[in-house]
C-alpha cells in the first residue's frame, strides 16, 4: 500500500508526527508532506525506513502540496491520499469525479465546523474577525471535502453525526479513527497528592473552553480547599472581559496563571494535578484531555461528542450534563471528595484506556485497517 499524507505544521504536531512515523511500518511506502522539519524530528524519521519526506513552502504550501500531488496522482504512484486539516480539498475535489481510478481519497476532520456554529456561536461573546473568518474558511472546506472524498474519517462515535447533518454525507463513507497520545511520555507513575488539591486547565483561555463556566463554578466553592492552575494564553479580545471575569469571581489568591510553558514541562504539570477540568463548548477530541487521562489524572469534563468520545461508557471521566456553574461547582466538589479508591480506580481505567485505543500502535494499527477497508469500496464516483 502507498501512502501520500499531508500534515503542514509538525512542529505543533510532534506526536501526530511520531504516530505516522508507526505507521510507515505498516504500509509499503509512506510520503509524508509538510512544510517544516526540525533536526530531532528528521532523525527520527531516519529509523522508519518506508518513510519519504517532501517539504513544501510554508505560505505555499496547498498550492505546491497539491501541484506535486496532481502529478502522481495521474501516474497512479499512490493507493491512499490522506488529507489532514483540509489542505488538500482542492486535490480531492479535482481527482473524485474520475470514474474507475485505482486510488482513494481520505480525509481526517479533526473537528468539524458545522458543530461549533450550530452549538457554539453565542451573540454574547466576543470572536475576533479573523477567528470567525477561519472558521467560515474551514466550514466551507468541509463541505467540499464531505461532499467529494472516498472516506471521512471522525475522532469518534456520535461525531459522524454532524457530519450527515451538515454536508449529507453518506453514514456508509464516515469511519471512527481515534487521536493518538504519547502514552509512554506521559507515564510518570502516581501522583503525590497534595493536602491543598490543584484543578488544572490547559488550552486558550476563552468563553468558548468554557472559562466563564469554570470561574463561576469554582466562586461557588469557597469552603472547599483547591487551587487552580490556568495554562494557556488568553485570547486578544477576551482579555477585558477574563479580567472584569476573575475580579467577579474573588478567586485571584487561588489562581496561578502562566501563558506558555515548553513542551517537555507539561508531563510534569499534569502528574502534579489532581483533576483535570475542561468545560469547553466544542471540541473535537482534545489533546489535552488525552494527555491527562494518559497520565493518571482523572479529568471533568463537558458533555460534548469531542469529550464522550473518548469514554464512550462513561468509566472513568466525570461528565458534567450541562454548563451551568452550580451543576459544575457540585460535581468538582464531588470530584475532589470522591474516595481513594474510585478515585484510583478512575486514574487506573482512563490510563488503560489511552493506552489500549489512543498509544501510536493502536492508531496506526486503525488507520491501516481502514486504508484497507476503502480500497475494496466503490470510489466516490461510483454514488
Known amino acids: 500500500m502507498r501512502v501520500a499524507f499531508s500534515l503542514p505544521d509538525i512542529e505543533s504536531k510532534k506526536d501526530r508526527f511520531r504516530m505516522v512515523c508507526v505507521l510507515s511500518n505498516r504500509v509499503d511506502r509512506l510520503v509524508l508532506l509538510t512544510d517544516t522539519l526540525s533536526e530531532s524530528l528528521y532523525a527520527t524519521a531516519d529509523n522508519f525506513p518506508n518513510l519519504e519526506i517532501i517539504l513544501f513552502p510554508r505560505k505555499a504550501y496547498r498550492r505546491s502540496a497539491a501541484r506535486w500531488l496532481n502529478s502522481r496522482i495521474q501516474a497512479h504512484e499512490f493507493d491512499i491520499i490522506h ?3 483540509g489542505h488538500l480539498a482542492a486535490v480531492i475535489q479535482a481527482w473524485a469525479p474520475v470514474q474507475d481510478r485505482p486510488y482513494r481519497l481520505i480525509s481526517t476532520l479533526y473537528t468539524n465546523n458545522w458543530g461549533w456554529f450550530s452549538r457554539v456561536r453565542n451573540p454574547s461573546m466576543d470572536f475576533r474577525f479573523s477567528y470567525a473568518a477561519q472558521r467560515i474558511l474551514t466550514l466551507w472546506s468541509d463541505r467540499r471535502i464531505c461532499r467529494a472524498a472516498d472516506r471521512i474519517f471522525v475522532l469518534g462515535p456520535g461525531l459522524e453525526l454532524d ?3 451538515a454536508h449529507n454525507t453518506d453514514p456508509e463513507r464516515i469511519k471512527c479513527v481515534p487521536s493518538e497520545v504519547n502514552t509512554k511520555t506521559f507515564d510518570l507513575g502516581p501522583a503525590t497528592i497534595d493536602d491543598v488539591p490543584t484543578l488544572l486547565f ?3 483561555v476563552c468563553r468558548n473552553k468554557g472559562i466563564d463556566v469554570l470561574l463561576e463554578s469554582l466562586s461557588l466553592m469557597r469552603e472547599q480547599a483547591f487551587r487552580l492552575k490556568l495554562i494557556g ?3 486578544f479580545w477576551e482579555r477585558a472581559w477574563f479580567k472584569d471575569a476573575l475580579a467577579a469571581s474573588g478567586l485571584a489568591d487561588r489562581i496561578e496563571r502562566v501563558e506558555q510553558i515548553s513542551h517537555d514541562e507539561i508531563p510534569a504539570l499534569y502528574h502534579g ?4 477540568v475542561f468545560p469547553s463548548r466544542f471540541e473535537g477530541s482534545p489533546r489535552s484531555v488525552r494527555e491527562a487521562l494518559a497520565s493518571g489524572i482523572p479529568s471533568v469534563v463537558s458533555d460534548i461528542p469531542g469529550h464522550r468520545v473518548l469514554d464512550p461508557a462513561q ?4 461528565v458534567v450534563p450541562n454548563f451551568n456553574p452550580t451543576t459544575w461547582a457540585h460535581r468538582l466538589t464531588a470530584a475532589l471528595n470522591e474516595s481513594h479508591e474510585k478515585y484510583a480506580m478512575r486514574a487506573r481505567t482512563g490510563r488503560e484506556h489511552m493506552v489500549k485505543y489512543h498509544s501510536f500502535e493502536a492508531v496506526a494499527e486503525k488507520i491501516e485497517r481502514a486504508y484497507a477497508e476503502t480500497l475494496v469500496l466503490p470510489p466516490s464516483s461510483h454514488r
Open 83 to 85: 488529507d489532514t486539516f
Open 163 to 165: 457530519v450527515i447533518q
Open 202 to 204: 490547559t488550552g486558550a
Open 233 to 235: 494564553r488568553i485570547l
Open 273 to 276: 494535578a489532581r483533576l483535570f
Open 315 to 318: 468509566r472513568f471521566l466525570h
